[in-house]
């Protein structure tokens, strides 16, 4: 018996050719994962091949139709989400299973807060972006789903010297893309090579307008990044070596858009924060719902950091990464340090006593 596969497979530019492959895709879908066929009967049930019912089950998941969630049990999960807004105060966190590998692990966290802006975004919404890994991999996961017209913004220059899916302007227009919204780019450097340069740019119209945008987002989508001599800020070519080592002798543990912090999320700015094109951390204060987002299983003082520091409000994380932030808090507690802003109040200092 012969198949459907003479014919070339149907282009998607076209909205007829798009209804039908959408119809096709659902449907070995759904035999497949509802009624648990395997795809070998998919294939005779449907008279295609077992190769292209493979082919149209991995696109179905990239367009969105299908979303496949582990989720992490509540026995294990809850508790940690809930010690973390306690220990923070934190709005909301979102933990997802640990993966085996490191683009698995930063795919599962992308999938989770690409969920929360799918729940969180509607029509008029401002999202101000940020850069990097974690945060260029969210638009791979919105899927498909009815046009909102959100903008999203660059909060912070890009870079020629790192891939496009990591700069600010590419996620912006990607996520806008994804949406059905629209993007504005900030056409200039993350850091500036002097503090006159940085003052030059910031004062250009363009560069000053999409700023004043970004300040007033409600929400901003923001990674997490660290002080170590192969951080992004150095593969960009924004910091040297020598650069970064003086930040952390200054007690550099991680950035948030630049704006560096120790441990106890107060600023570290000799001599780099007056290069920063972006928004500051007094703005980033401001937006009612800052989203960071980090996969890497190292990063867990740059977390503690950047959760101290009162920007942060909501974090999507894995399992492992949350405890190993909240074990970190711990023994800089029992240690004597380790204060905590609010993003509603002043400072509280956690007891130096063990709890």
Known sequence: MGTHDDAPEPALGRPPDLERD??????????????????????????????????LLERARRVGIVEITVNVPPDLGLQVEADLISEFGLDRVLLVHDQSDESGQRASVARAAAGFLKRQLGDGDLVALGMGRNVGAVPDFVGTLPARTATFVSAIGGSPLVDTGVNPNEICRRLAEAFGGSAQVLYAPAYAETPEMREAFMSHE?????????????????????????????????????????????????????????????????????RVVAIDRADLERIPCVVAVSSERDKGDAILGALRSGMVNVLVTTLATARTVLDLSARTRRAGVGQVTSRSGPAVMRSSSPP
């Not at 991680?254 to 700015?269: E, H, K, Q, Y």
């Open 206 to 274: 363009g560069v000053r307008d999409v700023l004043e945008r970004a300040r007033a987002a409600g929400v901003a989508l923001i990674g997490i990044g660290d002080a170590r001599d192969d951080s992004a800020v150095v593969r960009m070519g924004c910091f040297s070596v020598s650069e970064m080592r003086r930040l952390r002798d200054h007690g550099a543990v991680g950035d948030i858009l630049g704006s560096f912090f120790d441990a106890d999320g107060r600023a570290v700015v000799e001599g780099m924060g007056d």
């Open 22 to 55: 959408v119809e096709l895709m659902t449907r070995v879908a759904s035999q497949y994962y509802l009624e648990g066929m395997t795809q070998e009967a998919v294939a005779r049930s449907l008279r295609l091949s077992r190769p292209k019912v493979g082919r």
